[in-house]
């Protein structure tokens, strides 16, 4: 358990409160990284820049793998409560800046921004749950967390669609206000007892400077090869030169920082290297499902928004019924192999 909670215990009622008033922030992060994908095709229009369509998405994405870990880090020192609503009032700024975009650089600047919003909604609230909950009780509160999750991932077609459809694709954003608003009032009446950190620790700025440097320039370069330049361009190739050097220069630093942004260490416990190594594998399946077939079957098949999005819908229901199987196995059986 971190510092910033070994003296503070939650009675079972408790850490269902807090974990529902978690589910909101997750949710809202899990849904904007697919809600968009149906709306790309009228938002390009309307925005005139189809040459900027696919960075609408990466964008958000690159910006929320940067954050992530230093959305962690910056929760042990300043404390999860602090992080969360900070995230959401990002959040809620960046999607009111997506709603009112006129051009597609400003779309992607907003996204950008969202993005890092996203990354502490998602990072620092599944870091509560592990803050508040113990080993074996984890598992059932997990498949909570991940069902969440991955109905807002595989549902937001859905909803953009919909939205797209019937509304504007400007209401995916707008909708974003009333759900930032109920995250904040339920997280913050839910997070009352967690406290502040007393132990002021170091910041190590050096390493979130590189690690943010090297995985932009690494996403940036698997991004171009993703919107059709060559994987052996030279610009790629310059690019997956800069990061490799940059993120050895991160490794070297976090060996030699007192507090490190991601202690390397972890990566020796072979539950931690396999558990990434599978996250990695599974969210690649995932965002290529949610977010290529329906942006492939409006372009190829000229299918409308909310027909695009009706061919998720078996997706939609079985991750979280999957989910939910796995955490309540884990729990009832307490082996997580």
């Given at each position: 358990?971190?510092?910033?909670?070994?003296?503070?215990?939650?009675?079972?009622?408790?850490?269902?409160?807090?974990?529902?008033?978690?589910?909101?922030?997750?949710f809202?992060?899990?849904?904007?990284?697919t809600?968009?994908?149906?709306?790309?095709?009228?938002?390009?229009?309307?925005?005139?820049?189809?040459?900027?369509?696919?960075?609408?998405?990466?964008?958000?994405?690159?910006?929320?793998?940067?954050?992530?870990?230093?959305?962690?880090?910056?929760?042990?020192?300043?404390?999860?409560?602090?992080m969360?609503?900070?995230?959401?009032?990002?959040?809620?700024?960046?999607?009111?800046?997506?709603?009112?975009?006129?051009?597609?650089?400003?779309?992607?600047?907003?996204?950008?921004?969202?993005?890092?919003?996203?990354?502490?909604?998602?990072?620092?609230?599944?870091?509560?749950?592990?803050?508040?909950?113990?080993?074996?009780?984890?598992?059932?509160?997990?498949?909570?967390?991940?069902?969440?999750?991955?109905?807002?991932?595989?549902?937001?077609?859905?909803?953009?669609?919909?939205?797209?459809?019937?509304?504007?694709?400007?209401?995916?954003?707008w909708?974003?206000?009333?759900?930032?608003?109920?995250?904040?009032?339920?997280?913050?009446?839910?997070?009352?007892?967690?406290?502040?950190?007393?132990?002021?620790?170091?910041?190590?700025y050096?390493?979130?400077?590189?690690?943010?440097?090297?995985?932009?320039?690494?996403?940036?370069?698997?991004?171009?090869?993703?919107?059709?330049?060559?994987?052996?361009?030279?610009?790629?190739?310059?690019l997956?030169?800069?990061?490799?050097?940059?993120?050895?220069?991160?490794?070297?630093?976090?060996k030699?920082?007192?507090?490190?942004?991601?202690?390397?260490?972890?990566?020796?416990?072979?539950?931690?290297?396999?558990?990434?190594?599978?996250?990695?594998?599974?969210?690649?399946?995932?965002?290529?499902?949610?977010?290529?077939?329906?942006?492939?079957?409006?372009?190829?098949?000229?299918?409308?928004?909310?027909e695009?999005?009706?061919?998720?819908?078996?997706?939609?229901l079985?991750?979280?019924?999957?989910?939910?199987?796995?955490?309540?196995?884990?729990?009832?059986?307490?082996?997580y192999?």
């Amino acid at each position: 358990m971190s510092d910033s909670s070994s003296t503070i215990t939650f009675t079972h009622r408790e850490a269902k409160r807090v974990v529902l008033g978690l589910l909101v922030a997750i949710f809202l992060g899990g849904l904007e990284q697919t809600i968009v994908a149906v709306a790309l095709p009228l938002m390009s229009a309307d925005l005139s820049g189809v040459e900027y369509l696919a960075w609408v998405i990466s964008g958000y994405l690159i910006a929320m793998t940067v954050a992530t870990p230093i959305y962690g880090k910056l929760g042990d020192i300043y404390g999860r409560r602090l992080m969360l609503f900070s995230a959401i009032v990002i959040f809620l700024l960046s999607s009111v800046l997506c709603a009112m975009a006129t051009t597609m650089p400003v779309m992607i600047l907003a996204r950008v921004i969202q993005g890092v919003g996203g990354a502490g909604l998602l990072a620092v609230s599944q870091t509560i749950v592990g803050d508040i909950i113990s080993p074996r009780d984890r598992g059932r509160y997990q498949g909570y967390i991940s069902t969440a999750f991955a109905i807002a991932s595989v549902t937001g077609p859905v909803v953009g669609g919909l939205l797209t459809e019937y509304i504007s694709w400007r209401w995916i954003f707008w909708i974003n206000v009333p759900l930032c608003v109920l995250a904040y009032l339920t997280a913050r009446r839910a997070l009352d007892k967690l406290p502040i950190p007393k132990l002021r620790r170091s910041i190590d700025y050096l390493g979130a400077l590189l690690l943010t440097i090297g995985l932009t320039i690494l996403l940036i370069a698997i991004s171009r090869v993703g919107h059709g330049t060559a994987l052996t361009e030279s610009l790629n190739l310059l690019l997956y030169g800069v990061s490799v050097a940059v993120l050895a220069s991160f490794i070297w630093q976090e060996k030699r920082a007192p507090d490190p942004v991601i202690p390397l260490m972890l990566l020796r416990n072979r539950a931690v290297a396999a558990s990434s190594l599978m996250l990695f594998i599974a969210f690649i399946q995932m965002i290529c499902m949610t977010i290529l077939i329906p942006l492939r079957l409006q372009m190829l098949t000229h299918a409308g928004a909310d027909e695009a999005a009706v061919q998720l819908l078996p997706l939609s229901l079985s991750i979280p019924v999957g989910a939910w199987i796995a955490g309540s196995l884990m729990t009832k059986l307490g082996h997580y192999r």
